[in-house]
């Protein structure tokens, strides 16, 4: 076949270029196929279909739609393929093909004859966003820039592919651009000439969120191009009808059409989405009298019940062995390792260990060592360059182990940005040199590029180094000997027991479920759940044959809150039933307090934010005017303004600001001086009618303010951002934020707006605060975060922060208040804090945070919503430290 391919196309008596164009793509797929079964192993005959049991090669016997894909030669691979030239060639030929193999793969349909076919899954045709409305949803809104970053792309090269790219592309008459696949990842250079692209696609890929999935064949994204003057597209399925391909035209999407199980739907325009069953037989047309060259996007995902058959056992057919590689930045689910020519250091690793291990070193040997690696650890993390490569080698070594779910491998770059404070146990070295120095009271490694990981190490965890010279340590430290290995016991000094009150938060929250009948389920559950952690942590320390045994009741509140998240009925009942039981937690003996290793960690310092270049700073410590009118706000803000503070917030919405504006003016403080902060609280309205209000609050304020926040989200942002910024470039509004925004509505904003916001003010509570990823994207971006409504005693469950023990305790080492407590842990993380009162006393408190939280009450006061957040062994909120050590 492969030899006398060349000569395909001269059998065609056609002038029709189409015709040309079928046969060379016939060609092509004939020459791949001859090299693989060029394999003498790889020959197969295809079984006769009156066996109801196949022997294929001397492999083991299989039976229907139960037959296993050869991983090695792809049997079924090569099937498929002939069945499909076969269908353009000789249909007659192509029907008894069809009835001889069709068992083997429990195909239904001649026109849909896929490599791996799963007859469970709903046959539909064709797709569109109401099946993948987030994905789709995000794609086209940020249409424009993608096509814009891709035209511009493509422009700079001359409207061509680089030579490597064209043969890469593989198919004679049509270009490939690879994005993205759940093998191979992102590719980083597609990715940076389409920045946008990867952006939006990153949050929803893979679509799929099982641990399994036929790769290729299921999830992928590229572009796929027709050079100028070429006009046809082969027919062809892909290789799953597991696989739904969306595709949208970048250009020519006028004179572009698809054919799908034999209807022709036409795409109408660039930007337009036609989404089909990839596995039926399929045919991309172009037609423009022009000519030029067509582009589509192609964003080939997982069938909508893909996750849910497989979760239930229904698929018939299974898919590969492909296990996905996780988020690098997720320690606490994987780890890496170092092989080395001697590995009697295992031994140590499970003695001193038996937890995470991190290796650093060559890694080539990893892929024999891998499966007696992880005999020894509970989970092992490994430094890699080529991590991509390294994984397909690592699947393919535990791909019939469960070993694969505990190794990690973190690109180089990202290796100490991996690692939670005090999560490591064991690090294996490299290099040896002079590890560490002194800082103060703590040991840091040499290296600055490790300072993260002296962070990470447990205080008991051990540095080990294989086949290296043995380095000098500091005082404190002795170093032993193995053979062909040294280790010696990190010594973290910072790490010091402090006594945490989780008898007293236990019976604290207990008390408040009493009156919390009338709350929502959902709070009632968060209390609840703020109970039993305290309680679970307290019965820890309480002697071996006194431990109280919460897991009965700890098992009923996760199924009472999945259920509730699942809104299954009867839930909130469920939720009702737990909390009344848990007062009786106040008549448990249980130790008041217990203590805890809590290691220190860089804090983040400041008094005032660095807003961008050119923008006025804004002060941390601010005062907020919500609900404050009339009277009760004029002396209020004069009082905040005599006290120091310097930044004060309102919004058109609380209606104060004619009483704000005297007070500023009848303070003694220059205006030039004060940073003044309002809102437009109105939304659904147009450019014009949000501009006026907005104005007119202006010239209650005096004509002016610091910052203008956008207060809620709406269905429609870009009006009244739009509002926002014409009275920005008039200099009435100096700075522009958002405030009550989630992560994609501000990526909206920043992706269509002129002015990017300089804050971000949202609600802040100890109990509930937003998530550590989110935190550090808008730290990423620059943006500042303004809390809001950090002291409401009511906001959770009326649990009350400032009488949180926890709080209290911390409050009363430093003589403080526990809401000068909370207010510094939130500017001590460069968060500005807005505290209200009608109380001179407490205004001139809440001014007064001029002391600083130490590292370990920082860790101490971040873990608390992890006690109320968290769900079985799921830590929350997302990117949370498991300061506790709740799992």
Request: hydrophobic share 40%; charged share 20%.
């Amino acid at each position: 076949m492969g030899r006398n391919s060349d000569s395909v196309p001269n059998a065609v008596n056609s002038a029709d270029a189409a015709a040309v164009f079928k046969w060379r793509h016939l060609a092509h797929r004939g020459q791949m196929l001859s090299k693989s079964m060029l394999r003498s192993e790889c020959w197969v005959s295809v079984p006769n279909p009156d066996m109801q049991r196949s022997d294929i090669a001397g492999r083991p016997s299989c039976l229907s739609s139960r037959c296993l894909l050869d991983s090695s030669c792809h049997d079924r691979h090569i099937v498929s393929e002939l069945l499909h030239l076969a269908k353009q060639i000789d249909l007659p030929t192509a029907q008894k093909l069809f009835q001889a193999t069709k068992d083997l793969f429990a195909w239904k349909r001649f026109e849909q004859t896929p490599m791996l076919f799963y007859p469970s899954l709903k046959s539909q045709v064709w797709f569109g966003e109401e099946d993948y409305p987030e994905l789709l949803g995000a794609v086209l809104q940020h249409f424009a820039t993608i096509k814009e970053e891709f035209l511009n792309t493509f422009q700079q090269r001359g409207g061509k592919l680089t030579p490597l790219e064209e043969e890469y592309s593989g198919r004679q008459g049509w270009w490939c651009w690879d994005v993205w696949s759940a093998v191979d990842g992102w590719e980083k250079e597609r990715c940076e000439q389409l920045p946008t692209l990867c952006r939006v696609l990153r949050p929803h890929l893979p679509h799929s969120k099982s641990s399994t999935l036929a790769a290729y064949l299921q999830e992928e994204v590229a572009l796929f191009g027709l050079p100028a003057g070429e006009k046809y597209f082969a027919m062809h399925n892909d290789g799953s009808n597991a696989r739904v391909a969306l595709l949208i035209p970048l250009t020519q999407g006028e004179h572009s059409a698809l054919v799908v199980n034999g209807e022709r739907r036409s795409f109408g325009g660039d930007g337009r989405v036609l989404g089909f069953d990839a596995s039926f037989d399929h045919e991309a047309t172009y037609n423009s009298p022009s000519g030029e060259e067509r582009w589509v996007l192609s964003i080939a995902v997982s069938h909508p019940q893909f996750d849910e058959h497989l979760a239930k056992g229904l698929l018939q057919t299974p898919p590969p062995d492909v296990k996905m590689v996780d988020d690098p930045h997720r320690w606490r689910q994987r780890t890496t390792v170092l092989a080395a020519s001697d590995m009697g250091w295992l031994e140590l690793l499970s003695e001193k260990s038996n937890g995470n291990a991190v290796l650093l070193g060559p890694v080539e040997a990893l892929t024999a060592s891998a499966p007696r690696v992880l005999q020894h650890v509970r989970q092992c993390a490994c430094a890699c360059d080529n991590c991509d490569s390294l994984a397909r080698r690592l699947n393919e070594k535990l791909e019939r182990s469960s070993d694969a779910s505990r190794l990690l491998l973190v690109q180089s770059s990202q290796l100490w940005d991996a690692f939670e404070p005090n999560s490591v146990d064991a690090l294996v070295l490299e290099r040896a040199e002079t590890l560490l120095h002194m800082k103060g009271q703590r040991w840091l490694f040499t290296d600055k590029s490790w300072h993260g990981m002296a962070l990470a190490l447990n205080s008991s965890g051990i540095v080990l180094g294989v086949q290296l010279q043995a380095p000098n340590l500091p005082a404190g430290f002795t170093l032993n000997f193995g053979e062909g290995f040294w280790w010696f016991q990190w010594i973290a000094k910072e790490a010091t027991a402090v006594s945490v009150p989780f008898g007293d938060a236990a019976k604290f929250a207990a008390r408040s479920l009493q009156t919390a009948g009338s709350e929502p389920p959902v709070l009632v559950a968060l209390l609840t759940r703020y109970a039993y952690s305290n309680a679970r942590l307290a019965i820890r320390c309480a002697p071996a044959g006194d431990r109280l045994d919460l897991s009965p009741l700890v098992t009923e509140l996760d199924a009472a809150q999945q259920a509730l998240r699942g809104r299954v009925p009867g839930a909130e009942e469920m939720i009702l039933a737990v909390s009344s039981r848990t007062t009786f937690l106040l008549d448990q003996e249980m130790p008041n307090s217990c203590p805890v290793q809590l290691p220190g960690q860089e804090s983040m310092m400041s008094t005032t934010a660095a807003p961008p270049q050119g923008i006025h700073p804004i002060p941390l410590v601010g005062f907020g005017t919500h609900e404050l009118n009339g009277m009760d706000c004029y002396t209020a803000v004069r009082a905040a303004l005599e006290a120091g503070v310097r930044h004060i917030d309102t919004a058109e919405g609380y209606q104060n600001a004619a009483s704000i504006a005297q007070a500023v003016q009848d303070s003694k403080v220059p205006r030039e001086q004060i940073f003044v902060a309002t809102k437009l609280s109105s939304t659904g309205f147009d450019e014009e009618v949000s501009y006026r209000i907005l104005a007119k609050e202006l010239e209650s304020l005096g004509g002016y303010a610091e910052l203008c926040y956008l207060h809620f989200p709406s269905n429609q942002n870009l009006p009244g951002w739009r509002a926002l910024e014409r009275l920005h470039s008039e200099q009435r509004c100096k700075s522009l934020g958002l405030s009550n925004f989630q992560q994609s509505e501000i990526q909206q904003i920043m992706d269509r707006g002129k002015v990017k916001p300089v804050a971000l003010q949202i609600q802040f509570s100890i109990y509930e605060p937003p998530s550590p990823v989110f935190l550090r994207w808008l730290r990423s971006e620059k943006i500042l975060v303004v809390a809001a409504a950090s002291l409401n005693p009511n906001a959770t469950a009326n649990l009350n922060p400032m009488e949180d023990p926890h709080v209290q305790r911390i409050a009363a080492g430093h003589g403080r208040t526990a809401a000068q407590v909370l207010l510094r842990w939130l500017v001590q993380q460069s968060v500005a804090v807005l505290p209200r009162s009608r109380s001179v006393q407490h205004i001139l408190e809440n001014r007064d945070l001029d002391f600083q939280l130490t590292n370990r009450e920082l860790r101490w006061l971040n873990g608390l919503s992890t006690l109320m957040q968290s769900l079985g062994q799921q830590l929350r909120p997302e990117g949370a430290t498991d300061v506790f050590g709740l799992r």
